[in-house]
């Protein structure tokens, strides 16, 4: 997950406007030698989706719900992501911002508090949404989760200014950062979409040791001060955050929970995939960039690896720590990408990415799509159906997506064209 660009820029900008990655990305990470040639990834087997572990074949739909995709969401929780506890029990809601009318009468914003503990003082999450102003039933969202705080996301005064996290573990208000990118969601409102969006940092900080200030550290153990190898990691921590926005959207009358697509980016990316395959709510995932950890194939030696995603030094605290394990012995890690993709199935999944990012290996995701499609045929679903890696520009819109723009890791102004096709030929028919 590391950005190659010419010049640092705020991680937000990411979301909105994307960085272009350089053509000769860092060939040595961490003292780690990275390989970009085709003809180094070498060869593998990726695990069978349609076979159970008991080596029976998974032969329908009922099979795969009912047996294999239960197994799968298993080996993940045991192997990458930790196991997420449930929806706790003091959780509450607080709306500070009902419902105002803003930019010229066309929308309407919501501000609501999600309460993690009873306790009001810390663990909560501040959630910004915005409705079409002219909806006389509820309406579906893209609901992003995003790199900085409400405030720094849309062009509107009256968005409460929140706190981020610093890179010294500190937490500042968030407009005292300058983020100059701004999300433009006139072209969803116009569509009847709703935007809703939640900062990361709400949940859990992003850093090595983040555990004691988050959501995590409410489930430790008297006297534990980190979790235990098969427990959860801070993308589960987002992934959970994600899910207890949901249980707010089932609440809110003017919002269709059932048609909810989930949108990240990166290492975020890499959580609304797992949001979206752990918790069946959510109607699409969008997914931009995710790479290794992500929808890219662990097996190909290509970009970033196992090895240097969960080095202690690097981003081992995103994971639960049996991911180490698998560092230097790739082909005996249970699952990989496609295996993540596939249970999403049968939702609408689009796989964004760009043609310069060789470190999130974009063929990689597409390979793993491809791999992925016999699960989606399971269900009559249209997934990847050729082997010919398509070229920046030229998305597939399937049920199973696949869009790559011509550019480096983050999001493009033509991403955002990209997305709300997709939201309106799957969310909205």
Request: hydrophobic share 40%.
């Amino acid at each position: 997950m590391k950005f190659y660009h010419l010049r640092l820029l705020p991680v937000a900008l990411l979301v909105v406007t994307g960085i272009y990655g350089q053509k000769e990305p860092a060939r040595i990470v961490n003292g780690i030698p990275v390989n970009y040639n085709e003809d180094s990834v070498g060869t593998y087997t990726l695990p069978d989706p349609l076979m159970l572990n008991n080596g029976s074949a998974v032969k329908n739909a009922d099979d795969w719900i009912k047996k294999r995709r239960p197994e799968i969401v298993r080996l993940y929780e045991e192997n990458q992501f930790g196991k997420m506890p449930a929806r706790p029990n003091g959780m509450h809601f607080t709306a500070f911002d009902k419902g105002t009318p803003v930019f010229g009468g066309k929308a309407i914003r919501k501000q609501v508090t999600v309460y993690f503990t009873k306790d009001t003082a810390s663990h909560k999450m501040d959630l910004l949404i915005y409705l079409p102003a002219n909806s006389k039933k509820p309406v579906p969202l893209l609901f992003l989760i995003s790199f900085t705080a409400n405030v720094n996301m849309i062009n509107d005064p009256g968005i409460k200014d929140g706190l981020v996290w610093t890179k010294e573990g500190k937490q500042a208000p968030a407009k005292s950062v300058n983020y100059p990118a701004k999300l433009n969601i006139d072209p969803f409102i116009e569509q009847g979409i709703g935007v809703a969006t939640v900062y990361y940092g709400d949940i859990e900080p992003d850093f090595a040791g983040g555990i004691q200030y988050g959501i995590r550290s409410v489930y430790l153990k008297p006297g534990q001060t980190q979790a235990a190898p098969g427990e959860w990691g801070a993308i589960s921590a987002w992934a959970w955050g994600l899910s207890r926005a949901m249980d707010y959207f089932e609440t809110d009358k003017q919002v269709d929970a059932k048609h909810i697509a989930l949108f990240g980016v990166s290492r975020l990316g890499k959580t609304v995939l797992w949001a979206g395959a752990s918790d069946t709510r959510f109607a699409m995932v969008i997914a931009n960039c995710s790479g290794e950890g992500g929808a890219a194939l662990s097996r190909r030696n290509y970009g970033e690896t196992i090895k240097l995603l969960s080095l202690p030094a690097r981003y081992a605290y995103q994971f639960c720590a049996n991911y180490q394990k698998y560092a230097d012995s790739v082909n005996r890690f249970p699952v990989d990408g496609h295996l993540l993709i596939s249970l999403m199935a049968p939702r609408p999944l689009l796989l964004e990415t760009g043609d310069q990012d060789y470190w999130s290996d974009p063929k990689g995701e597409f390979l793993a799509a491809v791999a992925a499609t016999p699960v989606y045929h399971l269900f009559e679903k249209t997934a990847m159906e050729t082997n010919t890696f398509p070229a920046a520009g030229q998305p597939v819109l399937n049920t199973l997506g696949y869009s790559m723009h011509s550019g480096g890791h983050g999001t493009v102004p033509s991403d955002w064209d990209i997305t709300l096709a997709f939201i309106r030929k799957y969310l909205l028919k």
